[in-house]
Protein backbone atom coordinates (compact mmCIF):
# COMPACT_ATOMS: atom_id res chain seq x y z
CA UNK A 1 0.00 0.00 0.00
CA UNK A 2 1.32 3.51 -1.11
CA UNK A 3 1.44 6.55 1.28
CA UNK A 4 -1.56 7.36 1.97
CA UNK A 5 -2.86 9.58 -0.91
CA UNK A 6 -3.26 13.34 -0.95
CA UNK A 7 -2.50 13.16 2.68
CA UNK A 8 0.08 15.57 3.41
CA UNK A 9 2.20 15.25 6.43
CA UNK A 10 2.59 18.87 6.95
CA UNK A 11 5.07 19.32 9.76
CA UNK A 12 2.82 22.16 11.34
CA UNK A 13 5.11 24.70 12.44
CA UNK A 14 2.84 27.61 13.12
CA UNK A 15 0.25 28.95 15.58
CA UNK A 16 -0.46 25.56 17.55
CA UNK A 17 -1.97 25.59 20.26
CA UNK A 18 0.54 26.12 24.21
CA UNK A 19 2.14 23.24 25.50
CA UNK A 20 3.69 22.82 28.51
CA UNK A 21 7.01 20.99 28.92
CA UNK A 22 6.17 19.05 31.57
CA UNK A 23 2.58 17.72 30.04
CA UNK A 24 4.32 17.34 26.76
CA UNK A 25 7.03 14.72 27.38
CA UNK A 26 5.37 12.60 29.99
CA UNK A 27 2.11 12.59 28.88
CA UNK A 28 3.52 11.42 25.54
CA UNK A 29 5.36 8.66 27.16
CA UNK A 30 2.20 7.36 29.13
CA UNK A 31 -0.24 7.82 26.63
CA UNK A 32 1.54 5.88 24.11
CA UNK A 33 1.71 3.14 27.27
CA UNK A 34 -1.78 3.53 27.67
CA UNK A 35 -2.49 2.82 23.86
CA UNK A 36 -4.23 5.97 23.76
CA UNK A 37 -2.53 6.85 20.34
CA UNK A 38 -4.70 4.45 18.28
CA UNK A 39 -2.90 1.99 15.70
CA UNK A 40 0.71 3.85 16.98
CA UNK A 41 2.56 0.78 18.32
CA UNK A 42 5.75 2.33 20.29
CA UNK A 43 8.05 5.43 20.50
CA UNK A 44 11.24 6.28 21.09
CA UNK A 45 13.01 9.76 21.94
CA UNK A 46 16.31 10.88 22.73
CA UNK A 47 18.08 14.01 23.07
CA UNK A 48 22.47 14.18 22.79
CA UNK A 49 21.85 10.75 22.82
CA UNK A 50 20.04 10.41 25.85
CA UNK A 51 17.02 8.65 26.06
CA UNK A 52 13.91 10.77 26.99
CA UNK A 53 11.23 7.77 26.85
CA UNK A 54 10.76 4.33 25.14
CA UNK A 55 7.26 3.54 25.35
CA UNK A 56 4.94 0.66 23.92
CA UNK A 57 1.34 0.61 23.30
CA UNK A 58 -0.18 -2.80 24.64
CA UNK A 59 0.49 -6.13 23.26
CA UNK A 60 3.85 -5.08 21.81
CA UNK A 61 7.15 -5.24 23.13
CA UNK A 62 10.94 -3.92 22.62
CA UNK A 63 11.61 -7.53 20.71
CA UNK A 64 8.76 -6.65 18.11
CA UNK A 65 9.39 -6.51 14.42
CA UNK A 66 7.36 -4.15 12.41
CA UNK A 67 6.72 -3.69 8.50
CA UNK A 68 8.20 -0.43 8.09
CA UNK A 69 7.01 -0.28 4.86
CA UNK A 70 8.07 2.79 2.95
CA UNK A 71 10.72 3.70 5.38
CA UNK A 72 12.62 1.03 4.05
CA UNK A 73 13.27 3.45 0.90
CA UNK A 74 15.26 5.63 3.14
CA UNK A 75 17.68 2.59 4.36
CA UNK A 76 18.54 1.40 0.34
CA UNK A 77 19.72 5.43 0.02
CA UNK A 78 22.06 4.46 2.70
CA UNK A 79 23.02 1.09 1.16
CA UNK A 80 23.44 3.23 -2.14
CA UNK A 81 25.93 5.58 -0.06
CA UNK A 82 27.77 2.46 0.64
CA UNK A 83 28.16 1.36 -2.74
CA UNK A 84 29.42 5.16 -3.29
CA UNK A 85 31.92 4.71 -0.48
CA UNK A 86 33.64 1.64 -1.99
CA UNK A 87 34.01 3.05 -5.47
CA UNK A 88 31.74 -0.05 -6.95
CA UNK A 89 29.29 2.96 -8.32
CA UNK A 90 30.91 5.47 -9.80
CA UNK A 91 28.70 8.07 -9.32
CA UNK A 92 24.64 8.47 -9.48
CA UNK A 93 24.64 9.77 -12.35
CA UNK A 94 25.63 6.42 -13.99
CA UNK A 95 22.48 5.50 -16.21
CA UNK A 96 20.61 2.09 -14.98
CA UNK A 97 20.61 0.72 -18.69
CA UNK A 98 24.57 0.31 -17.81
CA UNK A 99 24.30 -1.23 -14.56
CA UNK A 100 21.26 -3.15 -15.77
CA UNK A 101 21.89 -4.51 -19.43
CA UNK A 102 19.67 -7.48 -19.17
CA UNK A 103 16.59 -5.48 -17.63
CA UNK A 104 16.91 -2.94 -20.67
CA UNK A 105 17.69 -5.51 -23.28
CA UNK A 106 13.92 -5.11 -24.90
CA UNK A 107 14.17 -1.22 -25.52
CA UNK A 108 15.25 0.14 -29.05
CA UNK A 109 19.07 1.48 -28.37
CA UNK A 110 18.21 5.22 -28.48
CA UNK A 111 14.86 4.90 -26.54
CA UNK A 112 14.98 7.79 -24.04
CA UNK A 113 14.55 5.46 -21.02
CA UNK A 114 17.83 4.04 -21.14
CA UNK A 115 19.05 7.41 -19.81
CA UNK A 116 17.60 7.02 -16.52
CA UNK A 117 19.93 7.47 -13.88
CA UNK A 118 20.58 6.03 -10.50
CA UNK A 119 19.85 9.95 -9.54
CA UNK A 120 16.97 9.41 -10.72
CA UNK A 121 15.58 6.52 -9.32
CA UNK A 122 16.61 8.23 -5.76
CA UNK A 123 14.61 11.31 -6.12
CA UNK A 124 11.43 9.84 -7.86
CA UNK A 125 12.03 11.64 -11.11
CA UNK A 126 12.55 8.85 -13.35
CA UNK A 127 9.53 10.09 -15.81
CA UNK A 128 8.18 7.19 -15.94
CA UNK A 129 4.50 6.86 -15.50
CA UNK A 130 4.40 5.37 -12.23
CA UNK A 131 2.90 7.33 -9.58
CA UNK A 132 1.92 5.21 -6.23
CA UNK A 133 -0.13 8.20 -4.90
CA UNK A 134 -2.76 7.86 -7.90
CA UNK A 135 -4.36 4.52 -8.18
CA UNK A 136 -5.07 4.75 -11.38
CA UNK A 137 -1.75 4.71 -12.62
CA UNK A 138 -0.50 2.30 -14.88
CA UNK A 139 2.66 1.64 -12.99
CA UNK A 140 1.21 1.66 -9.59
CA UNK A 141 2.55 -0.42 -6.95
CA UNK A 142 -0.30 -2.43 -6.32
CA UNK A 143 -0.12 -3.44 -9.83
CA UNK A 144 3.26 -3.66 -9.65
CA UNK A 145 2.90 -6.59 -6.96
CA UNK A 146 0.81 -8.94 -8.65
CA UNK A 147 3.31 -9.16 -11.86
CA UNK A 148 6.05 -12.06 -10.95
CA UNK A 149 9.01 -9.60 -12.35
CA UNK A 150 8.66 -6.73 -10.82
CA UNK A 151 11.26 -4.69 -12.95
CA UNK A 152 10.21 -5.87 -15.96
CA UNK A 153 6.87 -4.12 -15.00
CA UNK A 154 8.35 -1.06 -14.22
CA UNK A 155 10.17 -0.94 -17.18
CA UNK A 156 7.38 -1.98 -19.59
CA UNK A 157 5.94 2.00 -18.75
CA UNK A 158 6.08 4.88 -21.27
CA UNK A 159 7.67 7.72 -20.16
CA UNK A 160 5.18 10.15 -18.66
CA UNK A 161 7.23 13.67 -17.64
CA UNK A 162 10.64 14.32 -19.06
CA UNK A 163 13.12 12.60 -16.94
CA UNK A 164 15.08 14.34 -14.23
CA UNK A 165 12.08 16.92 -14.18
CA UNK A 166 9.49 15.85 -12.31
CA UNK A 167 8.80 13.98 -9.23
CA UNK A 168 6.15 11.42 -8.75
CA UNK A 169 6.74 8.89 -5.98
CA UNK A 170 6.94 5.73 -7.53
CA UNK A 171 8.02 2.10 -5.65
CA UNK A 172 9.10 0.10 -8.31
CA UNK A 173 12.20 2.98 -9.01
CA UNK A 174 14.10 1.81 -5.64
CA UNK A 175 13.10 -2.02 -6.78
CA UNK A 176 15.65 -1.61 -9.50
CA UNK A 177 18.04 0.21 -7.13
CA UNK A 178 17.93 -3.10 -5.02
CA UNK A 179 18.98 -5.33 -8.06
CA UNK A 180 22.14 -2.74 -8.73
CA UNK A 181 23.20 -2.94 -5.23
CA UNK A 182 23.59 -7.01 -5.07
CA UNK A 183 24.84 -6.71 -8.43
CA UNK A 184 27.93 -4.19 -7.77
CA UNK A 185 27.99 -5.53 -4.03
CA UNK A 186 28.22 -9.24 -5.17
CA UNK A 187 26.05 -10.17 -2.43
CA UNK A 188 22.63 -10.39 -1.40
CA UNK A 189 20.96 -6.95 0.03
CA UNK A 190 19.95 -8.83 3.71
CA UNK A 191 24.10 -9.44 3.13
CA UNK A 192 25.40 -6.15 2.07
CA UNK A 193 22.75 -4.40 4.65
CA UNK A 194 24.09 -6.54 7.85
CA UNK A 195 28.01 -6.76 7.15
CA UNK A 196 28.30 -2.40 6.19
CA UNK A 197 25.12 -1.02 7.96
CA UNK A 198 23.00 -3.48 10.47
CA UNK A 199 26.12 -5.45 11.97
CA UNK A 200 28.09 -2.19 13.29
CA UNK A 201 24.88 -0.79 14.52
CA UNK A 202 23.92 -3.68 16.54
CA UNK A 203 20.79 -4.29 14.45
CA UNK A 204 20.26 -7.99 14.29
CA UNK A 205 18.11 -10.46 12.19
CA UNK A 206 16.37 -8.30 10.17
CA UNK A 207 13.80 -9.67 8.04
CA UNK A 208 13.69 -8.64 4.15
CA UNK A 209 10.75 -9.24 1.90
CA UNK A 210 11.24 -10.93 -1.57
CA UNK A 211 10.24 -10.36 -5.22
CA UNK A 212 8.65 -13.32 -6.46
CA UNK A 213 11.64 -13.55 -8.63
CA UNK A 214 13.39 -13.95 -5.54
CA UNK A 215 15.21 -10.42 -5.07
CA UNK A 216 15.41 -8.16 -2.13
CA UNK A 217 11.91 -5.62 -1.97
CA UNK A 218 14.21 -2.83 -1.19
CA UNK A 219 11.16 -0.18 -1.76
CA UNK A 220 9.30 -1.74 1.69
CA UNK A 221 8.73 -4.13 4.44
CA UNK A 222 11.55 -4.79 6.06
CA UNK A 223 10.70 -5.70 9.43
CA UNK A 224 12.61 -4.48 11.96
CA UNK A 225 12.15 -3.10 15.87
CA UNK A 226 11.23 0.55 17.21
CA UNK A 227 14.67 0.61 18.99
CA UNK A 228 16.12 -0.20 14.98
CA UNK A 229 14.64 2.80 13.78
CA UNK A 230 15.66 4.73 16.10
CA UNK A 231 19.85 3.79 15.91
CA UNK A 232 19.16 4.58 12.49
CA UNK A 233 18.27 8.15 13.09
CA UNK A 234 20.94 8.60 15.74
CA UNK A 235 23.48 7.51 12.73
CA UNK A 236 21.71 9.87 10.64
CA UNK A 237 22.10 12.34 13.39
CA UNK A 238 25.77 12.03 13.57
CA UNK A 239 25.74 12.11 9.90
CA UNK A 240 27.27 8.64 9.61
CA UNK A 241 29.49 7.91 12.86
CA UNK A 242 28.96 5.23 15.31
CA UNK A 243 31.21 4.47 18.55
CA UNK A 244 33.85 6.58 16.50
CA UNK A 245 33.45 4.90 13.21
CA UNK A 246 32.42 6.10 10.19
CA UNK A 247 29.68 3.99 8.78
CA UNK A 248 28.14 5.90 6.08
CA UNK A 249 30.01 8.76 4.62
CA UNK A 250 28.68 12.15 6.09
CA UNK A 251 28.95 13.71 2.49
CA UNK A 252 26.30 11.40 1.09
CA UNK A 253 24.44 11.01 4.32
CA UNK A 254 24.12 15.19 3.89
CA UNK A 255 23.55 14.95 0.81
CA UNK A 256 20.89 12.31 1.28
CA UNK A 257 18.87 14.46 3.38
CA UNK A 258 19.42 17.80 1.34
CA UNK A 259 16.40 18.76 -0.74
CA UNK A 260 17.08 17.79 -4.09
CA UNK A 261 13.75 18.62 -5.58
CA UNK A 262 10.19 19.77 -4.90
CA UNK A 263 6.89 18.05 -4.75
CA UNK A 264 3.87 18.99 -6.74
CA UNK A 265 1.17 20.90 -4.27
CA UNK A 266 3.10 19.77 -1.16
CA UNK A 267 5.48 22.00 1.05
CA UNK A 268 7.77 19.02 1.50
CA UNK A 269 11.29 17.96 -0.25
CA UNK A 270 13.16 15.14 -1.08
CA UNK A 271 16.30 13.91 -1.30
CA UNK A 272 17.63 10.83 -1.70
CA UNK A 273 14.88 8.82 -0.45
CA UNK A 274 14.81 11.24 2.49
CA UNK A 275 12.03 13.54 3.51
CA UNK A 276 13.15 17.38 4.32
CA UNK A 277 10.76 19.71 5.94
CA UNK A 278 11.39 23.04 7.69
CA UNK A 279 10.36 25.97 9.55
CA UNK A 280 9.95 27.93 12.89
CA UNK A 281 8.75 26.60 16.03
CA UNK A 282 8.63 29.53 18.88
CA UNK A 283 10.74 32.13 17.26
CA UNK A 284 13.10 28.80 16.66
CA UNK A 285 14.46 27.73 13.19
CA UNK A 286 13.55 23.88 13.08
CA UNK A 287 14.61 21.44 10.16
CA UNK A 288 12.67 18.12 9.56
CA UNK A 289 14.42 15.32 8.28
CA UNK A 290 13.00 12.31 8.32
CA UNK A 291 12.12 8.46 6.93
CA UNK A 292 8.39 7.65 6.36
CA UNK A 293 6.24 4.40 6.00
CA UNK A 294 2.75 3.63 5.70
CA UNK A 295 0.73 3.08 8.56
CA UNK A 296 2.84 5.44 11.34
CA UNK A 297 6.35 4.44 11.09
CA UNK A 298 8.89 7.09 11.06
CA UNK A 299 12.42 8.36 11.58
CA UNK A 300 12.34 11.75 12.88
CA UNK A 301 16.21 13.64 12.78
CA UNK A 302 15.99 17.36 14.14
CA UNK A 303 19.48 18.46 13.67
CA UNK A 304 18.80 21.81 15.99
CA UNK A 305 17.85 19.89 19.20
CA UNK A 306 19.59 16.60 18.78
CA UNK A 307 16.74 15.24 18.55
CA UNK A 308 15.97 11.76 17.70
CA UNK A 309 12.50 10.20 17.50
CA UNK A 310 11.56 6.85 16.15
CA UNK A 311 7.57 5.69 16.26
CA UNK A 312 6.12 2.52 15.06
CA UNK A 313 2.26 1.46 13.68
CA UNK A 314 -0.34 0.02 11.76
CA UNK A 315 -2.35 2.68 10.64
CA UNK A 316 -2.21 1.49 7.24
CA UNK A 317 -3.66 3.72 4.21
CA UNK A 318 -5.37 6.69 6.83
CA UNK A 319 -4.73 9.89 7.83
CA UNK A 320 -4.23 9.03 11.98
CA UNK A 321 -0.79 7.44 10.59
CA UNK A 322 0.25 11.09 11.04
CA UNK A 323 0.18 11.03 14.35
CA UNK A 324 3.71 10.53 14.92
CA UNK A 325 4.46 13.84 12.61
CA UNK A 326 1.87 15.74 15.37
CA UNK A 327 3.46 14.54 18.82
CA UNK A 328 6.74 15.45 17.71
CA UNK A 329 5.66 19.27 16.12
CA UNK A 330 3.06 20.45 18.65
CA UNK A 331 4.12 18.09 22.10
CA UNK A 332 7.89 17.10 21.82
CA UNK A 333 9.61 19.89 19.78
CA UNK A 334 8.38 22.91 21.55
CA UNK A 335 8.74 20.85 24.88
CA UNK A 336 12.35 20.84 24.25
CA UNK A 337 12.71 24.44 23.21
CA UNK A 338 10.61 25.64 26.34
CA UNK A 339 13.07 24.06 28.61
CA UNK A 340 13.73 23.22 31.59
CA UNK A 341 15.17 19.70 30.73
CA UNK A 342 11.67 17.21 30.14
CA UNK A 343 13.27 13.79 31.74
Same mark, same amino acid.
Given at each position: ??????????????????????? =? #????????????????????????????????????????? @???????????????? *??????????????????? /????? @???????????? #???????????????????? #?? @?????????????????????????????????????????????????? /?????????????????????? /????? =????????????? @???????????????????? $?????????????? +??????????????? $????????????????????????? *????????????????????????????? #? +?????? +?? +??
Amino acid at each position: MALFPRIACFWLFVATAPVSAID =D #VDTVASDLADGKYKGITGGMVSVNGETLFEAYAPGYSVDVK @HDIRSATKSITALLVG *ELIGDHTLKGISTTLSTLL /PDEFA @HMPERDPRRDIT #VEDALTMRTGLACNDWAPAS #VG @HEDKMYKTRDWAAFLLSQPLAYERGKHFSYCTGGVVLLGRIIEKLAGASV /PEYAGERLFGPLGIQDAEWEKT /PKGYT =DTGGHLRLTLRDL @HTIGRLVLAKGVWNGQQIVD $GKWLTAATSEQTSI +PERREKFGYLWWRDS $GEVKGKSITLLYAHGNGGNFIFVVP *ELDLVAAFTGKNYGKPTQFIPNRIVAQKI #V +PALIDG +PD +PK
